[in-house]
């Protein structure tokens, strides 16, 4: 067996190798097709804009209606309201405040590059959870009332385990690692091609995409247990009573575990596993 022991090193770099090299293949048509996506989107949109600027016509400029809370996401999906959490997040914790609002549906991302963001009387607000501090305080709504010190702190650990940590695993499964044909999701092919690039470079620079797939997938199995624990039989995260500012979080995240998204997670989250 000793004569084995110096090939053993080179067997597990030439595996890394091979592993890195269909990584980096993958990466590269990923790329390719984004940069195909954007090049048809940018150019139907060059294209309208020169059409209209011959043609006259103007820019239809829409009266948006003072005090009411404009929520600019993506167009609705098949099976859930948005495909996105935070968007989700955004409109089911204005229904919960009782806030007035108005959907503006499409594709147009803040300045940030992101969506949801929200306009009121003319003021701009980009990223979910500012958007729901800024309306809380405008509006005189406090969904955490009646949470003591301690809780509000176990409601930042949960806020961090869904957006910081378990929201990887949803992007890295559905727009990177998942057979399902994202097609059934309700995304047109030139979206998904824009947008899984996309969101795998953004995860790579946020670290995450540099695990594995299956310990991206254990990773996603231990935080979907962490909430299960931290809820327990509870109606809510703290309690039976009303929901707080994250229970919108983990609902927006955890709906599209269960009703967008085939695979381990789906499968763990409804106990199949």
């Given at each position: 067996m ?43 949109k ?7 600027k ?27 309201p948005?495909?996105?959490?935070f ?61 003591s ?25 559905r ?63 703290l ?10 979080a983990?609902?927006?995240l ?20």
């Open positions: 000793n004569h084995l022991r110096p090939r053993i090193p080179l067997l597990t770099s030439n595996l890394k190798i091979n592993y890195l090299a269909k990584a980096n293949q993958s990466q590269i048509a990923g790329f390719l097709k984004y940069a195909f996506a954007s090049t048809v989107f940018n150019s139907f060059a294209y309208s804009l020169i059409k209209n011959i043609e006259g016509k103007k820019p239809v400029v829409e009266e948006i209606p003072k005090d009411t809370v404009i929520i600019y996401q993506f167009p609705r999906a098949v099976n859930t948005s495909l996105s959490p968007c989700l997040k955004l409109e089911t914790w204005c229904r919960a405040a009782n806030i007035n609002y108005k959907n503006k549906l499409g594709m147009k991302l803040s300045s940030r590059g992101s969506v949801p963001f929200i306009r009121l009387n003319d003021y701009v607000v980009e990223d979910s959870e500012k958007c729901i501090e800024y309306l809380s305080k405008v509006f005189q709504v406090d969904l955490n009332s009646e949470l010190e301690e809780q509000k702190a176990v409601a930042r650990a949960a806020l961090a385990l869904t957006e910081d940590s378990l929201k990887w695993s949803m992007v890295l499964h727009f990177w690692y998942s057979r399902m044909p994202k097609q059934e999701i309700g995304l047109p092919l030139l979206s998904i091609w824009f947008f899984s690039y996309k969101m795998f470079r953004a995860s790579w620079y946020s670290g995450a995409a540099r695990y594995t797939k299956q310990e991206i997938y254990e990773k996603g199995k231990r935080d979907l247990s962490a909430l299960d624990t931290l809820i327990g039989n509870k109606k809510f995260l309690g039976d009573t009303r929901p707080c500012d994250v229970d919108f983990i609902f927006g955890c709906a599209q575990f269960k009703y967008n998204d085939r695979g381990p997670l789906n499968q763990h989250l409804l106990g199949k596993k």
